[in-house]
């Protein structure tokens, strides 16, 4: 009596630590070490029915073994198509022509006799198969008639199918979920790309894709590079990154690297310590620093000096940066933005800027589109402008008429929509308030002009050597005459445009800052 009561604790506990296994790993690797000890066999390996039913894997010690269905001289096979269990001698063993199935046999220690016992579950659900290894020859007819054997294997093919129906309904969830949360993240795109519209205007595919680009960059911390010719809007797409950032709330630094001399750019991004160099009578915080928590926009990063673009390429790294003649580094949580017109590839091919600093800024390149590759965007730019003038000025066009933006469609606009917008602001000065905006508001003898011949200046058409610069047969100093040449064509260009730089930069295809810089270095008068 005594020990009947003890085999049925030890029956219920076997059953109860099954029951326990939540897991399916964990409840086979379970049912195969009880199968083990229960019934004195050398190994169980336990095979979970793929469900394609094409093939058995492995579970446990197992878990890399798998065993084809479709391949009927296996002896899995057999008990699969059949459904009935199967006893294997140590020679039939043998003879299986089964690399797989001999490496297993060989991780088993060779067994002298094997028993193979399909699982099912509720309702006949053929769930995988059981394979019973003894070193003994064994009846095991005799083992299988055991109540507690059947009963084994009934609860751990219920077990089974439960965790099965578990997983599939968690799978489902996360399915579910991961639907919901990329619905959520579209609507969340579309609409944030509808409200970046407002400054970033066009229905075109090329920007509706824009906004919806920086809509998603802007979700990450990764560099952005965005690249695209003089005046295409780089400036607005960098503040957009920023706005629909988590950063937004912070600042927003812009460095343009063409306005700031080579001399002056470093002391301005890394700062300095007082007395670092002559008339640096106090410290002064470095613009990396002021875009600790916000974002840093190197504008024109293509004209960085190569010495500066190491030291950038170092801060990208590890954050850390080091005032000029301060003792101690300092450390700026920033996320960077850069911008060029210029191809850097090229660049690099001409060893003028890194190739391991192209790669670490352009974690996620942009590209805008120029103006004329996107005409479907032109009239929405002018009737944006053109509401942005009537805002400032309390008054202007009511519109444009279609004869005038006919005559701007023609147009190649090398300034992009920079040079729109002042053409725009120009024609709407030259339009009586509340009329719309005609042709002959337009610069007409500067958009319809042809374009001028290869080697000529501005818009005159110079062929002639400018006044300053030195005959070809008179050159002794490369860079001096080349200096004079582009102070030439900046001279002309302001005159061109009545002392306007805003224009002549545009026209040049320059920041307006860096023209003048360079009307300060080489004494252009506007006049």
């Known amino acids: 009596m005594g020990q009947m009561q003890t085999e049925l604790h030890s029956d219920i506990e076997l059953a109860l630590e099954l029951v326990r296994q939540a897991d399916l790993g964990a409840l086979l690797a379970t049912a195969a070490k009880q199968i083990e000890q229960a019934f004195g066999v050398s190994r169980c ?79 006949e659900r053929l769930l995988g198969v059981a394979m019973l290894c003894a070193s003994d020859p064994t009846h095991w007819r005799s083992v299988l008639a055991r109540p507690l054997f059947r009963g084994l294997l009934n609860l751990l093919g219920c077990r089974w199918q439960q965790a099965l129906e578990q ?93 700031i001399p080579d001399s002056l750019l470093e002391s301005e991004l890394f700062g300095h310590a007082k007395g670092a160099f002559s008339g640096a009578d106090r410290s002064k915080q470095g613009l990396l620093a ?64 890194r ?75 030259q339009t009586p308030p509340g009329d719309d905006i005609q042709p002959e508001a337009l610069w007409l003898d500067l958009l319809c002009a042809p374009e001028p011949d290869e080697g000529a200046i501005g818009f005159q058409g110079i062929t002639d050597t400018p006044t300053g610069v030195p005959m070809l047969r008179d050159i002794d100093n490369l860079r001096e005459a080349a200096q004079a040449f582009e102070a030439a064509v900046i001279a002309d260009r302001l005159r061109a445009f009545g002392g306007n730089r805003a224009l002549a930069a545009d026209s040049l295809g320059l920041p307006k800052r860096t023209l003048a810089h360079k009307c300060q270095k080489y004494n252009v008068s506007e006049a």
């Open 290 to 353: 002021q875009a600790n928590g916000g974002t840093l926009f190197l504008d024109e990063i293509g004209d960085m000096p190569l010495a500066l673009q190491s030291k950038l390429l170092r801060v990208l790294e590890t954050r850390q940066f080091r005032p000029l003649g301060a003792q101690q580094e300092e450390r700026s949580d920033f996320r960077l933005v850069a911008a060029t017109h210029q191809p850097l590839q090229a660049r690099i091919g001409e060893g003028h800027f």
């Open 167 to 259: 997983s599939d309904q968690a799978w489902q969830r996360r399915y579910l979920k991961r639907s919901l949360d990329q619905l959520h993240n579209s609507e969340a795109v579309r609409s944030r790309s509808e409200q970046l519209a407002a400054t970033l205007v066009g229905p075109s595919e090329p920007m509706s894709e824009l906004r919806a680009q920086i809509v998603r960059a802007a979700g990450s911390q990764l560099s952005v590079l965005v690249q695209g010719e003089t005046g295409c809007g780089k400036d607005l797409v960098a503040r957009g990154l920023h706005d629909y950032s988590a950063r937004a709330s912070g600042p927003f630094v812009v460095v343009n690297c063409a306005a």
């Open 45 to 123: 390996w336990l095979f979970a029915l793929e469900p394609s039913g094409r093939a058995l894997n492995g579970v446990g010690d197992a878990v890399d073994r798998s065993f084809a269905c479709d391949d009927f001289s296996h002896p899995f096979a057999h008990v699969l198509q059949q459904g009935q269990g199967r006893e294997l001698s140590r020679d039939a063993c043998y003879r299986l022509d089964q690399p797989e199935f001999q490496a297993l046999l060989e991780v088993s220690r060779r067994p002298r006799s094997i028993w193979l016992q399909p699982v099912f579950g509720d309702g």
């Open 355 to 429: 190739r391991d600093l192209f790669y670490r800024l352009s974690q996620v390149p942009l590209k805008v589109i120029p103006l004329r590759q996107r005409i479907a965007d032109l009239e929405p730019l002018c009737r944006h402008f053109i509401r942005l003038y009537q805002q400032r000025e309390g008054q202007g066009p009511m519109g444009i008429s279609s004869q005038a933006l006919r005559q701007l469609a023609d147009y190649r606009f090398p300034g992009n929509v920079r040079e729109l917008r002042n053409v725009i602001e120009y024609a709407c000065l």
